[in-house]
C-alpha cells in the first residue's frame, strides 16, 4: 500500500554533486512531513533534512547546512534533496521517510539509495 521509493544515489567525487528523489504513494502525501535520513557504516540513522506538509518550512542538520537542498513537489508526490559540494563523510544510505502531520504514529520508510564520495 504505502510506498517510498529513492532513487538518484550514486558515486561521486568529493565536491561534485547529486540530486536524490523520493518517489510516494499509497497515501496523502501533502498530508506528511517528508524527512531525508541518512545511515553511515557503524553509525546511527541521522536526520538530514525535513520539509513541512503545510507551511513548507525547511530543517536541516548542521552538517549540511548551505549545502543540502530539501524540496517538494505535491503535484508529483515527490520529495528531492539536492546535495552539492559533497564531501566524503556525506557518504551513507539516503532513506526517505515520512510522518503523517495528523497522526504522528503513521511513519514510513523508503528502502535507501547509496551515496558515495570518494576521490
Same mark, same amino acid.
Given at each position: 500500500?504505502?510506498?517510498?521509493?529513492?532513487?538518484?544515489?550514486?558515486?561521486?567525487? #568529493? $565536491?561534485?554533486?547529486?540530486?536524490?528523489?523520493?518517489? /510516494?504513494?499509497?497515501?496523502? %502525501?501533502?498530508?506528511? +512531513?517528508?524527512?531525508?535520513?541518512?545511515?553511515? #557504516?557503524?553509525? !546511527?540513522?541521522?536526520?538530514? /533534512?525535513? &520539509?513541512?506538509? =503545510?507551511? $513548507?518550512? =525547511?530543517?536541516?542538520?548542521?552538517? +549540511?547546512?548551505?549545502? %543540502? =537542498? &530539501?524540496?517538494?513537489?505535491? /503535484?508529483?508526490?515527490?520529495?528531492?534533496? !539536492?546535495?552539492?559540494?559533497?564531501? #566524503?563523510?556525506?557518504?551513507?544510505?539516503?532513506?526517505?521517510?515520512?510522518?503523517?502531520?495528523?497522526? %504522528?504514529?503513521?511513519?514510513?520508510?523508503?528502502?535507501? =539509495? !547509496?551515496?558515495? +564520495?570518494?576521490?
Amino acid at each position: 500500500q504505502v510506498q517510498l521509493v529513492e532513487s538518484g544515489g550514486g558515486f561521486v567525487q #568529493p $565536491g561534485g554533486s547529486l540530486r536524490l528523489s523520493c518517489a /510516494a504513494s499509497g497515501f496523502t %502525501f501533502s498530508g506528511h +512531513v517528508m524527512r531525508w535520513y541518512r545511515q553511515a #557504516p557503524g553509525k !546511527q540513522r541521522e536526520l538530514v /533534512a525535513a &520539509i513541512s506538509g =503545510t507551511s $513548507g518550512s =525547511t530543517n536541516y542538520a548542521d552538517s +549540511v547546512k548551505g549545502r %543540502f =537542498t &530539501i524540496s517538494r513537489d505535491d /503535484a508529483k508526490n515527490t520529495v528531492d534533496l !539536492q546535495m552539492n559540494n559533497l564531501k #566524503p563523510e556525506d557518504t551513507a544510505v539516503y532513506y526517505c521517510n515520512a510522518i503523517r502531520l495528523s497522526n %504522528f504514529n503513521y511513519n514510513y520508510w523508503g528502502q535507501g =539509495t !547509496q551515496v558515495t +564520495v570518494s576521490s
